[in-house]
């Protein structure tokens, strides 16, 4: 018993990154993911290992199984939620921005995107385009047809391609639009941020009613410039900004008296912030407080 106990645990540690990358990428959600971990290896010790051929693929279909329980869950407590929705973000190691494919896909702005398919184009997408998951394998985490789940995937490509950053977006592009944020709010200088923004730039504030934030998305230019040109002077003397590795893009941490205040990443596209994504909720915090380990 305690061979076969040895055994499932080994496999479980061996592939826990991957199992963790895999949920949060359906949930948007560290703490989330955690959770659908801990279901994930309750059932996969009661598992009989000499039934299973492939063993990243079989833990792979129950974390997806238990994550789209959960999506589903989850659906509706958005719904409720107090203003807009940004998904937690993990302080991710530099290394995890020398794979592109995987960076773009923990990515805040991809997260965004994901958060409009449904939760079985989601899990059919992440499957098929980060983990490279056969048909066959998709079919039997979903519980559909291999017909239906190429189907699924064809609509979540079209339906991703249309809303991902217009063409492939450089950590240098990132991490120049950063510091104008930076220096904006430790100098006051704010122009060399707002000459980056796009027309059509988007603002999102997340407080989850705990923090103050913006109560609804500030869309364009002009309403974002004045936003920021009103807000960023009134920080305090005692704030610190850190540069650090979000989601597997260049972000700022933003610290008052020491303690955790924001966290900032963007969306840029063609070398402009079309994005603007500011995480308050204290909830969604905890992670940036150390390395998040995500792999393919």
């Known amino acids: 018993m305690s061979e076969r106990m040895d055994s499932a645990t080994e496999a479980f540690v061996t592939h826990r990154n991957l199992l963790f990358t895999v949920a949060y990428e359906l949930l948007g959600s ?10 994930t290896w309750l059932r996969w010790v009661g598992v009989d290992l000499d039934t299973v051929r492939n063993q990243r693929a079989y833990l792979v279909r129950i974390t997806t199984r238990q994550a789209l329980t959960r999506l589903r869950t989850l659906g509706r ?24 494919e995987l960076a773009d896909s923990v990515s805040m702005a ?8 449904t939760p079985t184009e989601r899990a059919v ?10 048909y066959d394998e998709i079919a039997e ?3 559909k047809s291999q017909d239906a789940v190429r189907q699924i995937a064809h609509r979540a490509r079209s339906h991703v391609a249309a809303r991902r950053p217009r063409g492939s977006v450089t950590q240098a592009q990132s991490r120049d639009a950063l510091q104008a944020f930076q220096r904006a709010v430790e100098t006051g200088d704010l122009q060399s941020l707002l ?28 309403k974002v410039a004045r936003l920021l040109s009103a807000g960023l002077p009134k920080l305090p003397a005692n704030v610190t900004v850190e540069p650090v590795q979000i989601n597997g893009y260049p972000g700022l941490i933003i610290r008052i ?9 963007l969306r840029i596209d063609e070398g402009q912030i079309t994005g603007l994504y500011v995480i308050r909720n204290p909830e969604k915090l905890s992670r940036v407080e150390q390395e998040t380990a995500v792999t393919r």
């Open 77 to 100: 407590r958005k719904e409720s939620y107090v203003g807009p929705w940004l998904p937690e973000p993990l302080l991710t190691a530099p290394d995890v921005a020398e794979d592109v």
């Open 125 to 134: 997408f992440v499957l098929r385009e980060v983990f490279a998951l056969e």
């Open 30 to 39: 560290a703490a989330d993911a955690e959770d659908v971990l801990q279901e």
């Open 195 to 222: 000459d980056l923004l796009a027309p059509d730039v988007v603002l999102l504030g997340d407080g989850g009613g705990v923090k103050q934030a913006v109560p609804r998305p500030i869309v364009g230019a002009d």
């Open 110 to 117: 991809m997260l965004l995107v994901l958060e409009t398919l």
């Open 257 to 265: 008296n020491g303690e955790i205040d924001d966290v900032v990443a």
């Open 141 to 143: 985490a979903v519980d």
